[in-house]
């Protein structure tokens, strides 16, 4: 299969009351995905708190979620760790679930180093019939993955994509340059038209779980020639875009959420409620843009 075009959702992990996974929740969050045009489901990522579930839940919300969407977009698994046995695990069986694709997260903590890195990926590769998405977020794993690694990988035949959450434009023009054949992703909501103007095919999107139909015509706009209207929608979302981010991703969008009605539950500790400024920052920027449910 080849690589989805357009704004893929990095889906959350809606929660009871009593902190375990709500899959009568996530049901309806699909379906209100799927209803607003988003172009991919990403399940068990960054923003669905996996680094919180256990494996088994990791496992039980991907299989979900691929059952639930019924093949009508694709469903890319998060499946990356900082232990490459289990991201390789979690591959294998992800795809053996039925997944179009797994993303998976440089590994964390632990810094592997060159040769750990490329052997990771490679692993995860070799164990997947599908297309690999490499997924780079410095911020969170404390590794910026060097251009070397970046076209190492790029010359193995399933690994097609990166979604580049660097924040540094001249990085990712960069990997561009040095990678040709991976299919670029923008991992930043702020900069999903510059990205694009790189040749990037699309966003995988925190705020598409508020906004999935709006970041979709942002996308197809400008893949259609409609730069300007891509451009003005960027503009336009950019203080709801800040405001998503005002605390560390999950915590800022289920607050968002949960105002708006979609009752998502609260994040797994160590991500605590946010402070009553920024949650009143929020509810006052969800009702300038006159989101609703």
Known sequence: MSLFE???????????????????KLEELIEFQIANKTDAVIAAGTTAE????????????IKFCIEAVKKRI?????????????????S?????????MVMAVTPYYNKGNESGIIDYYTKIADNVKCPVIIYSVPSRTGVK???NIIKALSEISNIQGIKEASGDISYAADIVNTAPKLNIYSGNDDM???????????????TSNIIPKENHDMVMNFISGNVNEAVKLQIKYIDLIRAMFIETNPAPIKEAMNIMGFDVGECRSPLGPLSSKNREHIKNIINKYGLKK
């Not at 294998?92 to 179009?100: H, L």
């Not at 999903?192 to 925190?206: E, F, N, Q, R, Y």
């Open 74 to 90: 694709p469903v890319i698994a998060g499946t990356g760790t900082n232990n490459t046995a289990e991201a390789v695990e979690f």
């Open 92 to 100: 294998r069986k992800s795809y053996e679930y039925g997944a179009d």
């Open 6 to 24: 357009g704004s893929g959702v990095a889906l959350i992990t809606p929660f009871t009351k009593d902190n375990q996974v709500n899959y009568k």
């Open 50 to 61: 996996s680094s919180t579930l256990s494996a088994e839940e990791r496992l039980k919300v």
């Open 192 to 206: 999903i038209t510059p990205m694009m103007a790189l040749g990037a095919k699309g966003v995988i999107s925190v």
């Open 145 to 147: 993955l060097s251009l």
